[in-house]
């Protein structure tokens, strides 16, 4: 049985959505590989980017503990 898929359009809002979570996350991370926040700062600045920005599969994203 063939499932059908319908291809919904990316919008370039998403798109920049996306690419500004990314540059968050990747400054979070420096961040924390150099030690100037602990894993629960980088925890919560991760659910503040993701509840910032609004990456487009948020919901696929791992638990943040």
Known sequence: MASHLKAV???SIE???DYDY???QRASKALLSS???S??????L???NRDTFSPMF???M????
Request: no cysteine.
């Open 22 to 24: 990314f540059m968050a």
């Open 9 to 11: 359009p990316i919008l």
């Open 58 to 60: 948020v919901e696929i």
């Open 35 to 37: 030690g100037l926040i």
């Open 15 to 17: 798109i920049q959505q």
């Open 39 to 44: 894993l629960v700062e980088f925890n919560k």
């Open 62 to 65: 791992p638990r943040i503990t």
């Open 46 to 48: 991760t659910q503040l």
